[in-house]
T-cell receptor
Framework: GAVVSQHPSWVICKSGTSVKIECRSL??????MFWYRQFPKQSLMLMAT?????????EQGVEKDKFLINHASLTLSTLTVTSAHPEDSSFYIC??????????????FGPGTRLLVL | GDSVTQMEGPVTLSEEAFLTINCTYT??????LFWYVQYPGEGLQLLLK?????DKGSNKGFEATYRKETTSFHLEKGSVQVSDSAVYFC????????????FGAGTRLFVKA
């Protein structure tokens, strides 16, 4: 199946710094990528939908100036957590959408990035 | 709006027991339905999917049938193994001017040797 990678897998940073997380589709082109946040023992919360070459669409309640998303190419999307604070500590997961033979799309997920803000 | 409801966990089973994790959904139109599995510290992996009514998705001994009449997509496995211990998410996807996936809350499965 399609492979999605994320980097880094773990990051620890000081409060007030910015952190960039990369999401890559390794063997396919993804016109759309999604960023999710997952709190411990909870489901995934969609943060934003990222379309290549255009601005991301953010879900209600997600600060676009706080979570900057750039989808510069068909294989790379980045999420930058700006001026991170301890409450931003979470597990961030990206996924990429694959259209297969005209049937409804399947999403493939990256392995996740665990962010700890001290 | 669209929603997915899963049975609450955790579910604890002995090895070789039969597994059922219930999932029901609410959606207009004809969504695709998915089961994802998440192992500790990892992202989600697609386990199986079904794109239309009466389709059966299957993978690694797991099965689920898309039942439109009962709006359900229950996950089953005849004989679980310790390695099946994970969190299982039921999800639906639909395109309505934009593509979105709605996830259930997840069901944690523990399998004892």
């Amino acid at each position: 199946g399609a492979v999605v990678s994320q980097h880094p897998s773990w990051v620890i940073c000081k409060s007030g710094t910015s952190v960039k997380i990369e999401c890559r589709s390794l063997d396919f082109q993804a016109t759309t990528m999604f960023w999710y946040r997952q709190f411990p023992k909870q489901s995934l919360m969609l943060m934003a939908t990222s379309n290549e070459g255009s601005k991301a669409t953010y879900e209600q309640g997600v600060e676009k100036d706080k979570f900057l998303i750039n989808h510069a190419s068909l294989t790379l999307s980045t999420l930058t957590v700006t001026s991170a604070h301890p409450e931003d500590s979470s597990f961030y997961i990206c996924s990429a959408r694959v259209v297969q033979g005209g049937e409804l799309e399947t999403q493939y997920f990256g392995p996740g990035t665990r962010l700890l803000v001290l | 709006g669209d929603s997915v409801t899963q049975m609450e966990g955790p579910v604890t089973l002995s090895e070789e027991a039969f597994l059922t994790i219930n999932c029901t959904y609410t959606a207009t139109g004809y969504p695709s339905l998915f089961w994802y599995v998440q192992y500790p510290g990892e992202g989600l992996q697609l386990l199986l999917k079904a794109t239309k009514a009466d389709d059966k998705g299957s993978n690694k001994g797991f099965e689920a049938t898309y039942r439109k009449e009962t709006t359900s997509f229950h996950l089953e496995k005849g004989s679980v193994q310790v390695s099946d211990s994970a969190v299982y998410f039921c999800a639906l996807s639909r395109y309505t001017g934009g593509f979105k996936t709605i996830f259930g809350a997840g069901t944690r499965l523990f399998v004892k040797a």
